[in-house]
């Protein structure tokens, strides 16, 4: 490679214009671009027409000085913007973050990640501050990841410090679910992949999806004997639903990480 080198060089010299490259020609184009080449040096040893395209990469026909006069700069995104509050009221509805792109990839550097991110939510108070709670028939959950996240008093204004550590855990064997779970495969619904039927989940009901009055969540089957049906959605993707029995009401959950849920 070095006697090649020192070749290219005296040629350069006897002719001025040898090695001519991406830089000479001032080009660095996206994607494939017939137009964007340049005479000289190839870096597979040819001389003749070059290409600083970044599909010349693939093909194997770029210019000798592609990846100096080209380099590949990768996409680079800022910090995820806050959530989202929720997008309605009193209905199963999404909140959204989002990043901006600070760089634009080129020259086949890294492309961008998502920019958007959407998990499911639900709030239980009109825009006036009415509990709507009781509208819900259905136990509607999530990861027990989101419990993290949400403040208690900021999201419920009706609890005090007294309940505040009010809540209990409900056992519950799960009989049926649609296909649609087995496929969620976004970072934020993924967890749904890890429902299914026959085993037992925890659900925990803590405010603000406890109901500051009646200390109850909504679907949490409690008046249940055991032997009722009861029906469940996942909030993210409203086609992941389906049934189970209760088990059993206890203080706290102690199922694994993937099984367990809370109530939203």
């Not at 920019?115 to 509607?140: K, M, N, S």
């Amino acid at each position: 490679m070095r006697t090649l080198w020192m070749a290219l060089c005296a040629l350069a010299r006897l002719w001025p214009g040898a090695l001519a490259g991406c830089a000479d020609a001032g080009r660095c184009c996206p994607g494939r671009d017939p137009a964007c080449f340049a005479h000289g040096w190839r870096q597979d040893r040819v001389y003749g027409t070059c290409f600083c395209d970044q599909a010349c990469r693939l093909i194997g026909d770029c210019c000798f000085d592609y990846s100096r006069a080209c380099p590949a700069r990768p996409c680079i995104v800022g910090e995820w913007s806050p959530w989202s509050g929720c997008a309605d009221q009193c209905r199963p509805t999404a909140r959204v973050r989002r990043r901006a792109v600070r760089q634009e990839p080129r020259n086949g550097g890294e492309p961008c990640p998502a920019l958007e991110e959407r998990a499911g939510c639900l709030e239980y108070a009109t825009h006036q501050g009415q509990d709507c709670g009781h509208a819900f028939v259905p136990a509607f959950i999530t990861t027990s990841a989101f419990n993290k996240e949400r403040t208690r008093q900021a999201a419920s204004p009706q609890w005090s410090t007294d309940t505040e550590d009010a809540g209990y855990c409900m056992e519950f064997k799960t009989e049926s679910l649609t296909p649609h779970c087995a496929t969620e495969n976004r970072p934020l619904t993924r967890w749904m992949q890890y429902l299914r039927e026959g085993y037992t989940v925890c659900v925990d009901c803590q405010p603000p999806a406890m109901n500051s009055a009646s200390l109850r969540c909504s679907g949490d089957g409690l008046d249940s004997d055991g032997n009722q049906t009861l029906h469940w959605q996942a909030i993210g993707n409203p086609r992941c639903q389906g049934t189970w029995k209760k088990v059993r009401r206890v203080e706290q959950c102690s199922c694994p990480a993937v099984h367990s849920f809370i109530f939203i």
